[in-house]
């Protein structure tokens, strides 16, 4: 049963346990949207019909499937730190408890946001996931382990995993798995902050160990913005290889309203160097605006073998960003979405 939480209401009644459940970082509120958020299509619509999946305030999803259960993770609110709902379709969900209900002591409570989680061998999960450091007190990565994929995950070490300061921070990891690389290397991927203070974002990757809770190499910088549509930003990158491509998917400009938009970039190895579409995959515009400011995607693949493009968008009015699905196809290397 999908969940319909009145979590707008909730928010208000319980800002402190809410957060406030922003991408992007510095000090920005979020700007006044000119699109009204969307409502949901009609059931009988065979594509968009299902959508919001998870019909509450669930940004920034991540979705791993184990033995055939799907778990999708989401930024902080209702009074969980890192949410997590289960699903054995991708389109219908039930929510459970908070994944890392304890903090780690080194963050302060109230933006935990975008959290990632991998198996990196059979039953052993790690969590990577944004919160705001006390020193440097900026959005940073940390890390955190569990023994199932419902958590309770428990942090790691004692400080944060990616902090740099010179860079504003860094925020939005994610993680990939190179197939050409007989030795499997881990990557994680993350977002530096830099519009927090004036600086350039680059989405950026390294290797990691194999038990995924420490870097095992240098940063190589991808992307960053440089094109109109892109804004100030580019964040929350989503790395996949298809047919000998990688493809890097990302989120840029304004999450607070109808300018944050999908983007992508191609290579032809892991490390780049990538070429961007000049055109956005998924905006606004798209769909006759059913999807508010589309990003914080993941591609994951459904039950029936195929691609499925997961991602938040705004609902009630702006009010709040609920989960979506829609089918993923792919065209000589490049991604297509809800193809007609």
Not at 233 to 247: F, H, I, N, Q
């Amino acid at each position: 049963m999908r969940a319909r939480l009145a979590v707008a209401v909730v928010c208000l009644l319980l800002l402190a346990g809410c957060g406030d459940g922003r991408e992007g970082g510095g000090a920005e509120e979020p700007a006044a949207a000119a699109t009204e958020g969307a409502s949901p299509a009609p059931e009988d619509d065979p594509v968009h019909g299902v959508n919001p999946v998870v019909d509450d305030d669930f940004p920034d999803p991540d979705v791993l499937e184990v033995d055939g259960t799907s778990y999708a993770y989401a930024t902080n609110g209702n009074l969980r730190n890192v949410r997590v709902a289960s699903s054995t379709d991708l389109v219908e969900w039930t929510e459970l408890d908070d994944a890392m209900p304890q903090l780690p002591s080194f963050v302060i409570p109230g933006k935990t946001w975008a959290p990632e989680v991998s198996e990196v061998q059979p039953g052993r999960f790690v969590l990577y996931y944004t919160a705001t450091n006390y020193r440097p007190t900026l959005q940073c990565i940390g890390v955190a382990v569990a023994d199932s994929p419902e958590g309770p995950f428990e942090p790691v070490g004692e400080g944060m995993l990616v902090c740099p300061e010179d860079e504003g921070g860094a925020i939005d990891a994610s993680t990939f798995v190179d197939p050409a690389d007989p030795a499997g290397t881990r990557y994680l991927l993350w977002k530096n902050d830099g519009n927090c203070c004036g600086l350039d974002t680059w989405l950026q990757i390294a290797p990691l160990t194999p038990d995924g809770t420490a870097l095992a190499g240098p940063a190589t910088k991808l992307v960053r913005q440089d094109l109109p549509w892109e804004g100030h930003l580019v964040e929350a990158p989503t790395l996949v290889e298809r047919d000998g491509t990688y493809v890097l998917l990302y989120s840029a400009n304004d999450y607070g309203g109808p300018a944050y938009t999908i983007g992508y970039a191609t290579a032809s190895s892991v490390l780049g160097p990538y070429t961007k579409n000049p055109e956005p995959l998924f905006a606004t515009e798209m769909f006759d605006g059913r999807y508010v400011g589309p990003g914080g995607q993941d591609v994951v693949v459904g039950p029936d073998g195929e691609d499925r493009l997961v991602f938040h968008s705004w609902y009630g009015e702006n009010t709040y960003r609920a989960m979506n699905v829609l089918p993923l196809t792919w065209q000589d290397g490049h991604p297509v979405v809800a193809p007609d």
